[in-house]
């Protein structure tokens, strides 16, 4: 038996989502202890992504994303429309950032019916295997000596290419969900043969299979997810009174964290806030409750500077640099830091679904999602994703609120039920190591 560690590459596509789940989780760290890493990653010539992942140890190699950028085939196309229209037939929820999602219609009983799906899936399947092979890739397996590929994409021309040349020279492929929302958004994952599918949780697992029965016979594994790994016993880096003093709010008032969305989804979504906040301040002074507005990455430092803003309703500093050309968002360690303290010390969350609402749960905090606009008016370009699949079923618990008017939020403010039913961190396993005691078992070194 080899007494050396086994080389795990690791593919990298989404420079923010990727150093959240690697870098800051601590996710890396612990790879490092069990495998030689070797980070495979498209050059888009980010300074701030290579820093990250030069320190994170291990061998880092660029590729040219021009070998990875040809348009998807119209048999691929055709096989995405058929499947979106099979969303729309089955009232799956599917999910769109940037659009309504399509409706049942006529069309889609035509061209989502359950014979397509299966045929153009089939075909599409054959067509990746054979025409997403990459001889670059190949080679730099082979020079590597790689054992092991996690990667946690599907759906880019590089995540196809990296699967089925991996296959091709026998590394063990396996695939982490990125997002709860992926299957809504492309319930197509072009992969045959995968050593292991590590899931989030049992009805994810469900949800794969339901949607895409050729996997029945992936070995799928329940990991959770490693990114909520740092929340376990987590013990913030300054005291509340830093971020009080900071921020210049009350230490003993009610902290309201409200995460914003993307932007471009919603029309001037900071005057829903401003609205929020006011007709809070109406009801609970800012020694009582305070309004901390977390921006999204999508949003630029100097974004709302000038916006005259009520006296209980603070915008937090924005640690997350995106570079345009490149097209990546990446955020500070300082930046992590202080969201975990005040993901911490906050009351609650108000927002839209989105995976902050699960960081919220992981302290048994509970979440108010906001479906109205400043005008008090219900925003069809919000509630839509109330719909979404991977989301709706949280309404079914009493930890995630669904506030249709500014009259249902105060209502629910003074009745002051903060706390979620359930203990979320005693029930999360330990994705980080789930995952590294599978991967090993693949291999001939033992744990």
């Keep these: 038996m080899s007494n050396s560690k086994p080389t795990l590459a690791i593919l990298l596509e989404f420079g923010f989502h990727e150093v959240k789940k690697y870098i800051h989780s601590g996710f890396a760290a612990e790879l490092n202890k069990h495998f030689s890493l070797v980070w495979i990653a498209l050059d888009k010539q980010s300074e701030a992504f290579d820093k990250y992942f030069q320190q994170a140890g291990g061998k880092l190699i660029y590729l040219n994303p021009n070998n990875y950028s040809k348009k998807l085939s119209k048999l691929e196309n055709f096989n995405q429309s058929v499947r979106r229209n099979w969303n729309a037939n089955h009232h799956v929820g599917a999910f769109h950032n940037h659009s309504k999602v399509r409706q049942k219609s006529l069309k889609s009983k035509i061209v989502g019916n359950g014979m397509n799906k299966l045929f153009f899936e089939k075909l599409t399947l054959r067509y990746i295997q054979k025409h997403y092979v990459s001889d670059e890739l190949i080679t730099t397996y082979k020079k590597n000596a790689i054992h092991h590929l996690l990667l946690t994409g599907y759906a880019s021309n590089f995540a196809k290419s990296a699967v089925i040349s991996a296959q091709k020279v026998d590394v063990k492929t396996h695939f982490l969900v990125n997002s709860w929302k992926d299957l809504y958004i492309n319930n197509f994952v072009p992969f045959l043969n995968l050593s292991t599918f590590f899931v989030w949780d049992e009805t994810m697992k469900e949800n794969y299979l339901k949607f895409l029965p050729y996997l029945k016979k992936t070995n799928f594994v329940v990991s959770g997810n490693p990114t909520f790994d740092v929340f376990f016993q987590y013990k913030p880096k300054n005291k509340k009174s830093y971020y009080a003093q900071k921020y210049g709010v009350s230490e003993d008032a009610n902290w309201i964290i409200y995460s914003m969305m993307p932007v471009g ?110 005008n008090n008016n219900l925003d069809d370009r919000t509630t839509q994703f109330f719909e979404a699949g991977f989301y709706k079923p949280l309404f079914e618990t009493n930890d995630v609120i669904k506030a249709t008017t500014i009259e249902e939020l105060i209502t629910f403010l003074k009745e002051g039920n903060f706390k979620t039913e359930k203990e979320y961190q005693n029930t999360q396993q330990n994705a980080t190591n789930i995952i590294i005691q599978t991967l090993l078992a693949h291999h001939e070194v033992a744990p």
Excluded: C, R
């Design 265 to 374: 989804l919603a029309n001037d979504e900071i005057k829903t806030i401003q609205f929020v906040a006011e007709q809070v301040l109406d009801q609970f002074s800012e020694e009582e409750m305070v309004v901390l507005v977390k921006k999204n990455p999508t949003h630029t430092k100097e974004e709302f500077k000038n916006e005259q803003l009520p006296k209980n309703m603070k915008i937090l500093d924005h640690f997350v640099s995106f570079d345009q050309k490149s097209d990546m968002m990446i955020q500070s360690p300082e930046g992590e830091q202080e969201w975990l303290d005040l993901v911490h010390y906050s009351t609650l969350n108000m927002s839209v679904p989105s995976t902050v609402t699960l960081e919220f749960l992981q302290l048994g905090k509970k979440v108010v999602n906001i479906a109205f606009d400043a």
